[in-house]
T-cell receptor, first 115, second 114 residues
Framework: GENVEQHPSTLSVQEGDSAVIKCTYS??????FPWYKQELGKRPQLIIDIRSNVGEKKDQRIAVTLNKTAKHFSLHITETQPEDSAVYFC??????????????FGQGTELSVKP | IAGITQAPTSQILAAGRRMTLRCTQDMRHNAMYWYRQDLGLGLRLIHYSNTAGTTGKGEVPDGYSVSRANTDDFPLTLASAVPSQTSVYFC?????????????FGPGTRLTVL
């Protein structure tokens, strides 16, 4: 089955710097890769996603890149702000039949943005 | 519109007891999911349901059961709780079980099994 590895587990940056979180996946059939942000004590919330027919997607200060050949995808946050501090999760899912929609998550990255 | 709700918010349970975690959504989503979240392990899928009347096993289904009698409700039952089931449980739903549909999460239930 699918396996998703996420690195680093913790990341500390200064306000205004960029942050990059990387994930690798094992199932070459996976074609959907969302990123979730989870603030302390809150529920995970989708911040951006990418599908396998796209190499890069951007939404204001966040962007995601996908390399299907290497089976890895990354989250980039520019001009970080203290409110970006949270745990970020990557995930992957594959299409088809009763497998559709089932997300396999990475282990999470705790991002700390220091003022 | 409440979205997706879970109950209880938290619970302390003695080992061996039976417990049902409730999940209700009012978005008329077809698919629903149960995850557990443990430190350092991310979110792991326990069971899912692509539509009312059907359920399937996720990554860590042992010790848990689910039912989907209607579109809105997706309860998770621990028949005989064990300490290793101490975790935060999240229910989620999506409009379609197809790949690429956004999953919306409930607020979670923090369960402690002693």
């Amino acid at each position: 089955g699918e396996n998703v590895e996420q690195h680093p587990s913790t990341l500390s940056v200064q306000e205004g710097d960029s942050a990059v979180i990387k994930c690798t996946y094992s199932d070459s059939a996976s074609n959907y890769f969302p990123w979730y942000k989870q603030e302390l004590g809150k529920r995970p919330q989708l911040i951006i996603d990418i599908r396998s027919n796209v190499g890069e997607k951007k939404d204001q200060r966040i962007a995601v890149t996908l390399n299907k050949t290497a089976k890895h995808f990354s989250l980039h946050i520019t001009e970080t702000q203290p409110e970006d501090s949270a745990v970020y999760f990557c995930a992957a899912s594959r299409p088809g039949g009763n497998q559709g929609g089932k997300l396999i998550f990475g282990q999470g990255t705790e991002l700390s943005v220091k003022p | 519109i409440a979205g997706i709700t879970q109950a209880p918010t938290s619970q302390i349970l003695a080992a061996g007891r039976r417990m049902t975690l409730r999940c209700t959504q009012d978005m008329r989503h077809n698919a629903m999911y149960w995850y557990r979240q443990d430190l350092g392990l991310g979110l792991r899928l326990i069971h899912y349901s692509n539509t009312a009347g059907t359920t399937g096993k996720g990554e860590v289904p042992d010790g848990y059961s689910v039912s989907r009698a209607n579109t809105d409700d997706f309860p998770l039952t621990l028949a005989s709780a064990v300490p290793s089931q101490t975790s935060v449980y999240f229910c989620a739903s999506s409009d379609s079980p197809s790949t690429g549909d956004t999953q919306y999460f409930g607020p979670g239930t923090r369960l402690t099994v002693l």
